[in-house]
């Protein structure tokens, strides 16, 4: 089935540093990716549409200059988290969409990427 | 607006039990509805999906039947093993329109002991 790789799998970074996170589609195009972030016991929350070649859509209340997202080729999406806090610490997961004939439309998910700020 | 409610867990079962994991929607319209699959460690599946009501999605020997009286999408499986043990999402989408956004309920945790 369509692959969705994610890295790093897992980042400890201090206050204030910036972390990127990497969404790739391994064996398909994506000219869509989403961005969803997990909190313990919740669940998934769109974070921001990132669509290949424009200016990602962001969700209400998500800072777009906090979380900077660019989609520049048709496999790769990076979420950038820009003077990151404990706050942030998080679940970050991606998921892109195969527009291809095999999936037509549906959605397949990254493994996650854990974000933790000391 | 739109969301979905689905059971809170944990849920814990021992190995060859019935399974029944309720999920509900609440949408202005008529969505497809989906179930997914967490396993440790990794992304989520795409377990069942159903586009219509009174359809039927089925895999791995689960089950959910969109019932639009009752808004529900609840997940069934007759006989659980310990491989099953994992992250339940129920979810809805609609087509068309704008880009067709998946929203998720909050997960539901399944252990299953041997």
């Known amino acids: 089935g369509a692959v969705v790789s994610q890295h790093p799998s897992r980042v400890i970074c201090k206050s204030g540093t910036s972390v990127k996170i990497e969404c790739r589609s391994l064996?398909?195009?994506?000219?869509?990716m989403f961005w969803y972030r997990q909190f313990p016991k919740q669940s998934l929350m769109l974070m921001a549409t990132?669509?290949?070649?424009?200016?990602?859509?962001?969700e209400q209340g998500v800072e777009k200059d906090k979380f900077l997202i660019n989609h520049a080729s048709l496999t790769l999406s990076t979420l950038t988290v820009t003077s990151a806090h404990p706050e942030d610490s998080s679940f970050y997961i991606c998921?892109?969409?195969?527009?291809?004939?095999?999936?037509?439309?549906?959605?397949?998910f990254g493994p996650g990427t854990r974000l933790t700020v000391l | 607006g739109d969301s979905v409610t689905q059971m809170e867990g944990p849920v814990t079962l021992s190995e060859e039990a019935f399974l029944t994991i309720n999920c509900t929607y609440t949408?202005?319209?008529?969505?497809?509805l989906f179930w997914y699959v967490q396993y440790p460690g990794e992304g989520l599946q795409l377990l069942l999906k159903?586009?219509?009501?009174?359809d039927k999605g089925s895999n791995k020997g689960f089950e959910a039947t969109y019932r639009k009286e009752t808004t529900s999408f609840h997940l069934e499986k007759g006989s659980v093993q310990v491989s099953d043990s994992a992250v339940y999402f129920c979810?809805?989408?609609?087509?068309?329109?704008?880009?067709?956004?998946?929203?998720f309920g909050k997960g539901t945790k399944l252990s299953v002991k041997p």
């Open positions: 998921s892109a969409r195969d527009l291809g004939g095999r999936a037509y439309n549906e959605q397949f």
């Open positions: 159903a586009t219509k009501a009174d």
């Open positions: 990132s669509n290949e070649g424009s200016k990602a859509t962001y």
């Open positions: 979810a809805l989408k609609f087509y068309g329109g704008s880009q067709g956004n998946l929203i």
């Open positions: 064996d398909f195009q994506a000219t869509t």
């Open positions: 949408a202005t319209g008529y969505p497809s």
